[in-house]
């Protein structure tokens, strides 16, 4: 699996509009503050979660993205695999893959294959509620006054 930078700031957009769910839209300039991300690279980001059914927008003054579904319904492995790709680790996990002659023979498959499962398992049961619950700890975790 590998996560682009494309991905890793869909991942990112995903969990600012978490942690800020139930709470009305939130603009594009918040959402790149917040998230440290570029203007011009949130907007194509926002435009393929918009395609993905993750995130939807509204017009007019108090306009800006939202959530289309709640956070406890969005599981990190289906965005990763919309922006990214498959998570698996080689082409040759899949079941069906027909590429290699080798492949009934091979010492590394299983392992791949194993490699993948896990990954399914970790990817696949992390929803953006898990992972804003974590983030609001930690920043409470750090805060503290003098």
């Given at each position: 699996m590998h996560i682009t930078y494309k991905g890793d700031y869909a991942l990112k957009t995903i969990l600012a509009l978490s942690l800020h769910y139930g709470s009305g839209p939130t603009t594009i300039h918040d959402l790149a503050?917040?998230?440290d991300i570029p203007i011009k690279f949130l907007e194509?980001?926002?435009l393929d979660l918009k395609r993905?059914?993750?995130?939807?927008?509204?017009?007019?003054k108090v306009g800006g993205y939202l959530l289309s579904r709640?956070?406890?319904r969005i599981k990190l492995g289906e965005v990763v695999r919309f922006i990214d790709g498959e998570v698996e680790p080689i082409a040759c996990v899949d079941n069906k893959y027909k590429g290699c002659k080798d492949i009934s023979k091979c010492v590394f498959r299983n392992i791949w294959q194993d490699v993948a499962r896990a990954t399914f398992k970790?990817?696949?049961?992390i929803t953006f509620e898990d992972l804003a619950k974590k983030e609001k700890k930690l920043h409470t975790a750090l805060t503290y006054q003098i």
């Open positions: 503050r917040r998230a194509q980001i926002l993905g059914g993750f995130v939807e927008s509204r017009r007019g709640p956070p406890q970790i990817v696949d049961n």
